[in-house]
């Protein structure tokens, strides 16, 4: 009877790339080929070579790992497309969201931004592409971790720390929104966002205060012939100013 070739019996992630595991029946061994090479790393039991495994890939594709902000606005609040309503619902909003993260190329960056732009390319040919997965073909392939300096403020426990520890080569798949902007962290960018953050909430605040005024429909009147402040106190009106 001739012998049977290896045959592979699982595909393992590790270090961000799939790995094949094999069994070769001569040797009645598990075995995977070792990165760059042809060489075989064997092994008596599966738990014994994907440990092999995981300590190979993972030392041989170290991650460049860099802080980054990301920043999105969301759309403008509209409740109803006009062309279809006789009596629109106008609205106003700002929607800002930011957070910190910290994001690596994958070690196949270079293949996901090749596999992608040929996925783009067939989309637009056959009129299948959505705005959801058009983010920066650059960022396509990436990765993504819980930023440090949000880990530090869960003021986590000791087990939280061996538990990060462990999972810093298990990150997420980085879902690249085409509506964030991606900014290099820095500590004043990040105190930036969030004093914009408290000027966007001070603004919300006034317009709550503006609607219940008892001169609210003035004030929408004098704002609407050009006559502003529409969010003022009102001291100068009440001086004379109801003019200007």
Not at 32 to 37: L, Q, S
Not at 149 to 169: I, N, Q, T, V, W
Not at 185 to 208: F, M, N, P, Q
Request: aromatic share 8%; hydrophobic share 30%; glycine share 6%.
């Amino acid at each position: 009877m001739r012998d049977r070739k290896p045959i592979v019996v699982d595909k393992i992630r590790s270090g961000n790339v799939e790995v094949e595991v094999f069994y070769d029946f001569r040797e009645h061994t598990f075995f995977f080929e070792e990165p760059g090479t042809r060489d075989r790393a064997y092994a008596a039991t599966f738990v014994e070579v994907r440990r092999r495994l995981n300590e190979v890939y993972e030392k041989a594709t170290p991650l460049d790992w860099k802080p980054v902000i990301l920043v999105t606005l969301q759309d403008a609040y509209d409740d109803e497309d006009h062309s279809v309503r006789s009596e629109p619902v106008e609205g106003a909003s700002v929607y800002l969201t930011f957070r910190r993260c910290e994001l690596s190329p994958r070690p196949d960056h270079a293949e996901c931004v090749e596999r992608i732009t040929s996925e783009r390319e067939r989309n637009d040919r056959l009129g299948r592409g959505t705005r959801s997965d058009r983010g920066p073909i650059e960022r396509e392939g990436y990765i993504e971790r819980e930023h440090a300096l949000d880990f530090e403020a869960g003021d986590p426990s000791e087990y939280d720390r061996e538990a990060r520890a462990k999972s810093l080569d298990r990150p997420e798949a980085y879902s690249n929104n085409a509506d964030d902007v991606e900014l290099p962290y820095e500590e004043d960018t990040w105190r930036g966002l969030c004093a914009l953050k408290s000027a966007i909430d001070e603004l919300h605040g006034k317009v709550a205060a503006l609607i219940g005024r008892a001169d609210f429909r003035d004030r929408l009147q004098r704002f609407a012939a050009g006559s502003p402040p529409l969010l003022g106190d009102g001291t100068n009106e009440s001086n004379g100013g109801s003019n200007g």
